[in-house]
């Protein structure tokens, strides 16, 4: 250190970092990430793989009926036929199409309505916030299952009603929690010197505040994706979700509910209505598998020895 | 132990540490050595990442998480802290080594009194019954020169002020009587006028009680008042070492002559009648609270005006009055000669162009998740009108006139040192091609070194593009290398107006006077001969 070079600012050491593409980086977090993220990941893998080939994989059609209802588990019907005759495995990997799809539509629109109402209160505050924050309050003071039910009785049990219901339900505390977050960012000065440098509300909503906000709403976006599905699976259990013949878990576990009474018979009937509800029940948690992995490595929290 | 010396109570030996980054580890200490004597104060000054706090902290035998330390050996009074178990050195800590942060805003619990925190740690290590160590706590206290010391304990830490707050601090490493205390940069967050006091006190109460203390910080002046020896670290390396009179007097190495004479920036203030700004009679609150009470300020065209007050003295709301975040409740703004809206949202983009703003912390002001290609590039777009090639090329030219290359282009703010980011910011304010621009503190959270870099690049871009600067600072030493005009500001009001040379030759009115005399000088015995006059300066305030 004892010659006196010349300051220059090009080569004052900042946090020299290595270029990576955005693959490779995540090729080296997904090594770190711990076993039970990997089966989530590849249970959804699986979901996914089986939702988007349905039609290719099922030996039968969807609402394909055949001769004899109830039949048990053999070679030609794996799982056996349900009360009118349908093969039951088809209509489970149906079902995935159907459950998964339909969720996730809701579990998108959701994020639209809420995360943008949200980003708009957070950047406005003042009248704009309040008026949004207290009309949230009043929609989650009533019970969402409940309130479900009865606007699904007045509009009418279509996908289209059920997707947007749902979704606005859901969309409260989506503006909950991206107001939250949102506020910590729009306080940064670089919002202000967007504000100053004259910058519309949509620039500082896209290009300044979510692109900072995005690691704890995708950790909801999987958290929501559950909710979600369950109360699909809910509604259709209670039979004003999916309507036949389409094929959906929740109406599936409830169509062929009074199967569990052969159990003591034949135990492989006493089974077949809790298949579709392991199905929403594994791909729950491996859900959660993966959302407990991100959200621990996008809220610092470690476990320290 | 090996040494024969009894009075060493602190002995590191070659120590080295590790820290996580991109994946791997780096060595940050490599390989330094550290000694302290009983009721010795040793001063560690370095720029930032010069790994001066992870030393103080690897003195408790400790390393943040993500560090690891990895060899060397850390006597302390006869123990070896890197074979001792993790429960004996929780024992010595607070027991019989303490630590003083640099936030002590952010080290209280605001959920309970001073006096709970103060009295914890001795009650929990057993030293003392909670009433003798509320006594002894009354005690220190006063010998901290707090006020009213035998009722201030019940307070909450957001009742007392920012400097009471780090006396307490003080106060509450001294309550178990240590051998050793680690000062980490404990009056960086403070204004002059109150370091000095700080200053003055953890000076008193480390002698009283003849504690040893390492001392860090980045201010020479500061540590020539409170070190008895002076060691410089950098990049994790030792540079040199010796006593404090040694040390300002005859600097061995260049590196440190080079930190000692950074002040060396001169400019001979002058004056234009052509006004590009004038603020008239303004009249500012935050609701109901008034900030700004009949504000009048006046920017040459071409030249600097620098605004200069203790925290809450309106520099920052002067600012954000004339960019129009905060609408006056009287008066007018002049720009040019034309009142501008005094509502951000009313002023034309044109206006808003011709005004742009430099922040303090340059972390918080540019995007973590933009590019610099898109922080200066969105101005030029915004403003201009170019895009692609045209807006690149512009880039790149802004990017020489703050004297960085194109390679920084693709980075992330994450990926550039302090001095770079905020360059980054210069170019951003200038991508708008901008007659005013305002600097808020734009240099206090920046090492010495680089500090200078960033004045000197301000004043060259001045002299090259005609364009007016308000600078905001509390740093005096800043505002004589720079300004051609000063402003004093203290509780709302303007204080003192005129040029350089008139603010700074007596007679004075009472408040520069303080503030002035608050500002630390590279001198052996200035806190002794300065704390003296002080109060009678405070007096005269009123």
New interface residues.
């Given amino acids: 250190m004892s010659t006196s070079e010349g300051y220059s600012a090009k080569d004052e050491v900042g946090l020299v970092r290595t270029r990576r593409t955005w693959r490779q980086r995540a090729w080296i977090e997904l090594k770190k990430a711990p076993f039970t993220a990997w089966l989530g990941m590849v249970v959804i893998s699986i979901y996914i793989f089986i939702a988007l080939f349905a039609p290719l994989i099922a030996p039968y059609g969807e609402a394909e009926i055949t001769p004899i209802p109830y039949a048990p588990w053999d070679s030609t019907h794996i799982f056996g036929t349900d009360q009118i005759g349908r093969d039951i495995f088809s209509r489970l990997i149906f079902g995935a199409r159907n459950t998964i799809g339909i969720a996730l539509a809701t579990t998108f629109l959701a994020f639209l309505i809420g995360g943008g109402l949200a980003l708009v209160a957070a950047i406005s505050r003042g009248w704009t916030d309040q008026i949004l924050s207290r009309a949230i309050d009043v929609l989650m003071a009533i019970p969402s299952l409940i309130f479900a039910l009865m606007l699904l009785s007045i509009f009418g049990s279509n996908v289209l009603s059920l997707i947007i219901i749902i979704a606005v339900l859901d969309s409260t505390r989506v503006f909950r929690l991206t107001r939250a977050v949102a506020m910590n960012v729009v306080v940064m000065e670089y919002v202000e010197a967007a504000k100053l440098r004259g910058e519309g509300i949509g620039w500082v909503m896209r290009r300044e505040i979510l692109p900072n906000i995005m690691p704890p709403l995708v950790a909801e976006f999987g958290l929501r994706f559950c909710f979600v599905f369950l109360t699909i699976a809910a509604l259709s259990f209670l039979g004003v979700g999916i309507q036949p013949p389409t094929a959906d878990w929740g109406s599936m576990v409830r169509e062929n509910a009074s199967l569990i009474q052969f159990a003591q018979f034949d135990l492989k009937a006493g089974i077949t209505p809790l298949l579709p509800a392991a199905a929403i029940a594994i791909l729950t948690i491996a859900v959660n598998f993966v959302v407990d992995w991100f959200l621990m490595k996008t809220s610092g929290l470690r476990d320290e020895q | 132990m090996s040494s024969d010396n009894k009075d060493v109570l602190l002995r590191m030996k070659d120590i080295r540490i590790d820290g996580f980054?991109?994946?791997k580890w780096n060595e940050i200490i490599k390989g330094v050595d550290l000694t302290l004597h009983k009721g010795e104060v040793l001063g560690l000054i370095g720029e930032s990442?010069a790994g001066k706090s992870t030393l103080g902290l690897a003195a408790m035998g400790f390393a943040r998480?993500g560090c690891r330390l990895t060899s060397g050996e850390i006597w302390f009074d006869g123990v070896d802290l890197m074979k001792e178990s993790e429960r004996a050195k929780q024992k010595l800590r607070g027991a019989r080594i303490a630590y003083v942060a640099q936030s002590a805003a952010a080290a209280f619990n605001p959920a309970h009194t001073l006096m709970e925190q103060t009295i914890e740690a001795g009650v929990r290590h057993g030293l003392a019954s909670p009433e003798e160590a509320r006594e002894d706590a009354k005690k220190l206290f006063a010998a901290m020169d707090l006020p009213n010391p035998n009722n201030i304990g019940d307070r909450y830490p957001h009742q007392v002020s920012g400097g009471q707050l780090q006396r307490a601090m003080t106060a509450m490493a001294m309550a178990s009587r240590p051998d050793l205390i680690i000062f980490d940069e404990p009056t960086t967050a403070l204004d002059v006028t109150t370091q000095v006091n700080v200053l003055a006190a953890m000076r008193n109460a480390v002698e009283q009680f003849h504690t040893a203390a390492i001392y860090i910080t980045h201010d020479l002046a500061v540590v020539a008042q409170m070190a008895d020896r002076i060691k410089v670290l950098?990049?994790g390396?030792e540079?040199e070492e010796a006593d404090t009179q040694t040390m300002l007097t005859s600097p061995k190495?260049?590196?440190t002559?080079?930190l000692w004479s950074v002040r060396s920036i001169e400019k001979e203030a002058e004056s234009a009648d052509d006004k590009i700004l004038e603020i008239k009679s303004i009249t500012a609150a935050y609701g109901k609270v008034p900030v700004l009470k009949n504000v009048d300020i006046a920017v040459s065209r071409g030249k600097t005006v620098s605004i200069v007050g203790e925290s809450g003295s309106g520099k920052s709301t002067t600012a954000r009055v004339i960019?129009?975040?905060l609408p006056q409740l009287e008066g007018e703004v002049l720009f040019n000669g034309q009142p501008l809206p005094a509502k951000?949202k009313d002023?034309s983009?044109d206006q808003?162009q011709r005004i742009?703003?430099i922040?303090q912390?340059a972390d918080?002001?540019?995007?973590?998740?933009?590019t610099v290609r898109e922080i200066i590039g969105?101005?030029v777009e915004?403003?201009t009108g170019k895009r692609g090639k045209a807006a690149d090329q512009r880039v790149k030219e802004l990017l020489e006139m703050?004297?960085?290359?194109e390679s920084f282009m693709d980075?992330l703010p994450?990926?550039?040192?302090g001095?770079?980011k905020q360059?980054i910011c210069i170019a951003?304010a200038l991508a708008?091609e901008p007659e005013l621009i305002i600097c808020d503190e734009v240099t206090s959270a920046l090492d010495q070194?680089?500090q200078?870099?960033i004045l000197k690049?301000l004043m060259h871009l001045q002299e090259e593009l005609g364009v007016s600067y308000i600078f905001i600072t509390h740093d005096i030493a800043t505002v004589r290398a720079i300004s051609d005009e000063v402003v004093v500001m203290y509780q709302g009001e303007v204080v003192e107006q005129g040029s350089k040379q008139d603010i700074f030759e007596p007679p004075y009115p009472a408040y520069t006077e303080l503030l002035l005399a608050s500002v630390p000088e590279m001198e052996i015995g200035w806190l002794e001969k300065t704390i003296e006059t002080l109060g009678e300066k405070r007096a005269a305030l009123g």
């Fill in positions: 980054a991109d994946e990442g998480p950098r990049y390396v540079v190495e260049e590196y002559k080079s960019t129009g975040l951000l002023r983009r808003l742009q703003m922040y912390m918080t002001a540019m995007n973590p998740r933009q969105r101005p915004f403003y703050i004297e960085l290359d980075r994450g990926e550039l040192s001095g770079q360059r951003r708008a070194i680089v200078e870099g690049l």
